[in-house]
């Protein structure tokens, strides 16, 4: 009997583990638009440097973390570049296939001749 309830446990742990994950990031907003995803990093680097001081009192540990690397990293900015990359590249495919297919037509009417 166990050893039938022993799996089903271990995916309640990893799909609770997952869902939860989901939400935190769902109610943080990093899912969110990029002005939320920037207000929820600016939270973190203000969490993160106070946390980490109090788990290492906790722990009994007096080691000095260096301080943190400043990052100079935009999130709105870069946000969907790269969708609009991929958009601006299929806007453009029309043309660039009419083009191809223009210098193959006239590299095969030159082999004819």
Do not use: H
Request: proline fraction near 6%; charge should be positive; glycine fraction near 8%.
């Amino acid at each position: 009997m166990a050893a039938r309830i022993w799996p089903f446990l271990k995916l309640a742990t990893k799909v609770t583990i997952a869902g939860g994950a989901v939400y935190v990031a769902c109610d943080s907003g990093l899912l969110g638009s990029s002005e939320q995803g920037s207000e929820a990093l600016e939270k973190a680097k203000a969490a993160v440097p106070p946390a980490l001081e109090e788990w290492m009192k906790y722990f009994g540990l007096e080691t000095q973390l260096p301080s943190m690397p400043k990052i100079e990293f935009s999130p709105v900015k870069s946000w969907n570049s790269g969708v609009r990359w991929t958009i601006s590249k299929l806007s453009e495919a029309p043309t660039k296939t009419a083009d191809y297919s223009n210098q193959g037509l006239q590299y095969v009417k030159d082999l004819i001749k």
